[in-house]
C-alpha cells in the first residue's frame, strides 16, 4: 500500500510538471469596463501601483475600444510616474500621444512625460545630492523639448504656467552645464572648445544668467588667443548690455593675457 501511496504521489508531481503551474485565478473574470477601471483606481488610491497597472492592462486588452480604454493609458503612465518608473511612464505617454493625439487630455500626456524626465535621478545622483547641472544633458533638453511642445501646442492649456516655469529653470540648468565645460576647457587652456560652449550659451539661452559669465569667456579666450577684434567686439557687447559687471569696474588690469586670471576671482564658481 505504501508503495502505491508513492507511486501516485510521483505521478502527481509529473502531472505538474507536464501541464505547467496552476492557472492563475482573474479575479476581473466578468466584470465590466468600469468595475475594472474603478479597481485599477481604487489600488492608485492605495498606491498599490503595481496591481493598478495589472487592472488598467486588463481593461485595455478586454475592452479596447471602450471609453474607458484611453484613460487606462493614461492612467498607467501616471502610475508609472508615481512608480519613479521614468522610462515606462514616457512610453506609456508617447503610446498614448500616438494613438490619440486630438484627446482632450493629450497635453497632460505632454505633461507627464516631461515630468518623468525632469525628476528623473539615477542612484548615485541621489547619494550624492548631485546638481540637476550636473547631470547628463540629454535628459535635460529632452525634458525641455517636451514641455516646449506643450507650451507651443496647447498655450491654453492648465498645464501651460508650469511648464513654462519648468522650462525656464532647465534652460537656465543647462546654460550652466555648458560653462562648467567652458571652464573646464579654460582651465586647460583648450579655447577654441571653450569659445564654442561659450557661443552655444548665447545662441541657445540668451535669457539665462549665464549669458555675461559666457561673454567673459568669450572675452578671455580671444584674449589668450590673441584675437583682438573678437575681443573688442565681444567687450562693446558685454559693456552695452551689463554696463555694471564686475570686468568693467575701476581697477581692473589692463596688462595683456590677463583676463582669465581676472575672471576667475569675479566668479569663484569657476576655480572648482
Known amino acids: 500500500m505504501k508503495y502505491i501511496l508513492i507511486l501516485m504521489f510521483a505521478l502527481l508531481l509529473n502531472g505538474c510538471a507536464i501541464f505547467g503551474a496552476p492557472t492563475e485565478i482573474d479575479d476581473t473574470k466578468g466584470w465590466t469596463a468600469e468595475r475594472i477601471y474603478e479597481e485599477g483606481q481604487n489600488k492608485m488610491r492605495d498606491r498599490d501601483y503595481d496591481k493598478a497597472i495589472v487592472y488598467f492592462g486588463k481593461l485595455e486588452s478586454r475592452y479596447p475600444h471602450g471609453r474607458y480604454a484611453a484613460q487606462a493609458q493614461l492612467e498607467t503612465a501616471y502610475a508609472n510616474y508615481k512608480k519613479q518608473e521614468p522610462v515606462l511612464c514616457v512610453a506609456a505617454a508617447d503610446r498614448f500621444i500616438k494613438l490619440h493625439p486630438n484627446h482632450p487630455n493629450v497635453d497632460y500626456a505632454y505633461y507627464l512625460k516631461g515630468l518623468a524626465v525632469f525628476n528623473e535621478r539615477g542612484v548615485i545622483e541621489k547619494l550624492t545630492k548631485q546638481q540637476i547641472s550636473d547631470r547628463d544633458p540629454r535628459s535635460l533638453r529632452d525634458s525641455f523639448v517636451t514641455f516646449k511642445d506643450l507650451v507651443t501646442r496647447y498655450p491654453n492649456s492648465r498645464y501651460a504656467k508650469d511648464a513654462t516655469q519648468r522650462m525656464v529653470y532647465l534652460?537656465?540648468?543647462?546654460?550652466?552645464?555648458?560653462?562648467?565645460?567652458?571652464?573646464?576647457?579654460?582651465?586647460?587652456?583648450?579655447?577654441?572648445?571653450?569659445?564654442?560652449?561659450?557661443?552655444?550659451?548665447?545662441?541657445?539661452?540668451?535669457?539665462?544668467?549665464?549669458?555675461?559669465?559666457?561673454?567673459?569667456?568669450?572675452?578671455?579666450?580671444?584674449?589668450?588667443?590673441?584675437?583682438?577684434?573678437?575681443?573688442?567686439?565681444?567687450?562693446?557687447?558685454?559693456?552695452?548690455?551689463?554696463?555694471?559687471s564686475g570686468m568693467l569696474k575701476k581697477g581692473v588690469p589692463t596688462d595683456e593675457r590677463v583676463w582669465w586670471k581676472f575672471w576667475e576671482s569675479l566668479y569663484p564658481s569657476g576655480s572648482n
Not at 540648468?173 to 565645460?181: A, G, Q, W, Y
Not at 584674449?223 to 554696463?243: A, I, S
Open 171 to 244: 534652460a537656465n540648468s543647462l546654460s550652466d552645464h555648458e560653462l562648467d565645460v567652458a571652464r573646464y576647457y579654460m582651465k586647460r587652456t583648450a579655447y577654441v572648445a571653450a569659445i564654442n560652449r561659450a557661443k552655444y550659451v548665447l545662441e541657445y539661452y540668451p535669457q539665462s544668467p549665464g549669458v555675461e559669465e559666457a561673454l567673459v569667456i568669450l572675452i578671455s579666450a580671444y584674449d589668450l588667443m590673441g584675437l583682438e577684434d573678437l575681443k573688442n567686439d565681444t567687450l562693446r557687447v558685454l559693456k552695452t548690455n551689463y554696463p555694471d
